[in-house]
């Protein structure tokens, strides 16, 4: 269990890697892939995202993201899911540049087996897990290289759905992790309200985006990272 600044990538080679921005960019991969988009490019700057959306069609793609949890000038659309709708991005490609979310997966990349993980698709991610049978590295993208309440209770849940289907080790982090989840099991928002990034957006407006990305396995899917693109498995 890893914060992904503090992760080396000799830690990742041969693991499966699990990347968590539960608020709200690895919610907004899985809802994009879920309502149709194609794939979704993290990258990690503007200029980068830019740069890249030149080498598609107009038509085929659209710029996605945030900084300061804001909608980037020039860009279709921000990091809010509610606007990753079926009608707008069925078919599309998606650039997605935010924060600390697409820095996370892009430090994944060192392992070839690295999926997205949010309080939206928990259990299809525990049942991956079991499937792959590998020793497991979850990297929790958090606030500006901090740890983010959101991101812990969704890796607690991952571990309380994993639980119920084999036996595993973890260390104490990870068991921390489970133990907060099983105590805010019946509503994660009891826990994630405290957040200093949960606040923050809400703030700014976004208590949809909030109430939005707590429904647990609303979606099952698993978004696969692999050669710098995210599309389902
Ligand atoms: C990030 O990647 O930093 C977050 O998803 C920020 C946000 O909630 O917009």
Not at 107 to 119: E, T
Request: hydrophobic residues 40%; negative net charge.
């Amino acid at each position: 269990y890893e914060t992904y600044n503090a992760v080396s990538d000799k830690t990742l080679k041969g693991k499966l890697v699990v990347v968590i921005d539960t608020l709200r960019a690895t919610s907004v991969i899985t809802t994009a892939l879920v309502n149709g988009s194609k794939e979704v490019i993290p990258v990690a700057d503007i200029e980068e995202a830019v740069n890249l959306s030149y080498n598609f069609d107009k038509d085929e793609i659209l710029l996605g993201g945030e900084r300061n949890a804001v909608k980037i000038d020039g860009f279709d659309l921000s990091n809010s899911p509610l606007e990753y709708s079926k009608d707008v991005v069925e078919g599309k490609t998606i650039i997605l540049t935010t924060t600390n979310g697409t820095r996370a997966l892009k430090k994944a990349s060192s392992s070839d087996d690295v999926v997205v993980g949010c309080l939206l698709n928990v259990s299809s991610i525990a049942e991956y897990i079991q499937k792959e049978d590998k020793d497991v590295v979850i990297i929790c993208a958090g606030t500006e290289g901090k740890f983010s309440i959101d991101d812990i209770i969704t890796a607690g849940a991952i571990l309380h759905k994993l639980k119920e289907l084999k036996p595993y080790e973890s260390d104490d982090l990870s068991k921390a992790s489970y133990f907060l989840y099983e105590s805010f099991k019946d509503n994660v928002l009891d826990i994630m309200k405290y957040g200093y990034h949960l606040n923050r957006i809400e703030k700014l407006g976004y208590h949809d985006d909030v109430e939005f990305c707590t429904r647990i396995d609303m979606f099952s899917i698993v978004p696969k990272y692999i050669n710098g693109v995210v599309k389902i498995c």
